[in-house]
């Protein structure tokens, strides 16, 4: 695993952009980084119905997953923009933007063992909420879990 090869997770949170603004700035301008921005989204079921009382509703409901993927998506594209205002070039970012199958912390760190990652960086909500403590959070099941990577954690 390489320093140099960064996943950066991002899911459009203000913790997500301050992450982005960390990574400009700390790498923007060093040859030889590479930086993934990765994402996930939910599974949009697929909408082949039999009409009922209720497919009229269930369809609004899809509509609105595929608007969030592509809300997603098109996020994820300006936050590479900013990393190219940072000084990166286009071809040193690259985005990865998945169909959620596991936790989000869980695909994270699959992501990084798979693809030889020696970097994360990724934003933490303050964990200050009762739901945060009992439950823990993306962040925190990244640390507690993740092996042979340098994990970075903006706040």
């Known amino acids: ?52 009382p209720f497919t009229d509703q269930v369809r609004s409901r899809i509509s609105a997953i595929e608007r969030e993927r592509d809300k997603g998506l098109e996020n994820m594209e300006e936050a590479q923009k900013h990393l190219m205002r940072m000084g990166f070039s286009e071809d040193q970012i690259s985005l990865k933007y998945i169909e959620k199958k596991k936790s989000v912390a869980k695909e994270i760190i699959d992501e990084v063992t798979s693809g030889g990652y020696g970097t994360v960086v990724l934003g933490r909500k303050g964990a200050n909420n009762l739901a945060g403590m009992l439950f823990g959070s993306v962040s925190g099941a990244v640390i507690g879990n993740l092996v042979g990577a340098t994990i970075c954690i903006v706040e």
């Open 1 to 52: 695993m390489l320093w140099n090869q960064i996943l950066l997770a991002y899911d459009n949170s203000q913790q997500a952009l301050k992450a982005v603004e960390y990574v400009g700035q700390m790498f923007g301008r060093v040859d030889n980084v590479k930086v993934t921005l990765f994402s996930v989204h939910d599974k949009v079921p697929d909408h082949d119905m039999v009409e009922t």
